[in-house]
């Protein structure tokens, strides 16, 4: 079901400080910016190296009551998902559903680029909030 890691999400409290890390330090660069209102975030794509692989997202809270927030306040900056590229998100979260698992959407919603999104929630998936992308 899963294609590839599609990113790795990193929670952040300031977007642009994060993207002058990243430049400076690791010499990557954004490929993607924008706000996301559903979701309340600030995020930026970066590329690794040629571009061709998985990306590493920035997501900045851009509402005190967002998830990113949320998870700011409980566990400070770091890792917060990681992303697998599907073909199809509402026959992979019903799959995943059968075998028991809680998806936090019942219908797919909006996430970067126009992409249909769903997560698993993190306690189903061994302490990982796993998202499902299917690209736009
Ligand atoms: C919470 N927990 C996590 C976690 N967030 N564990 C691993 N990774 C995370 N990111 C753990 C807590 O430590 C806690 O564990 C338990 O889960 C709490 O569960 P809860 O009370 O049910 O839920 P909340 O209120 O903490 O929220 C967690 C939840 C939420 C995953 C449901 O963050 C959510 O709805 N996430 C999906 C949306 C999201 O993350 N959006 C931002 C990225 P203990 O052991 O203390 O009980 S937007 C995005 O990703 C888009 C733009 C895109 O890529 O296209």
Redesign the pocket.
């Known amino acids: 079901e899963f294609l590839r890691i599609d ?1 790795v ?1 990193v929670a952040v409290p300031d977007l642009d400080d994060a993207l002058r890390f990243y430049a400076e330090m690791f010499g990557m660069h954004v490929v993607h910016e924008e706000t ?1 209102e559903d ?1 309340g ?1 600030r ?1 930026a794509m970066l590329a690794v190296g040629d571009g061709t692989g998985p990306r590493l ?1 920035l ?1 900045a809270p851009a509402r005190p009551d ?3 927030a ?2 700011l306040d ?2 400070g900056p770091g890792l ?2 990681l ?1 697998y590229t599907v073909a199809d998100v509402e026959a992979t979260a019903a799959a995943l559903r059968a075998r028991g698992l809680r998806l ?1 959407y019942d219908t797919p919603r909006r ?2 680029a126009g ?1 249909r ?1 769903n ?1 698993v ?3 189903d998936a061994g ?3 796993v ?1 499902l ?1 299917e690209p736009a």
């Open positions: 990113h999400g996301n979701q975030v995020e997202q997501l967002s998830a990113i949320k998870f409980r566990s917060q998902q992303a936090l996430g970067t992409s999104i997560f929630h993190p306690k302490g990982v909030l998202e992308v």
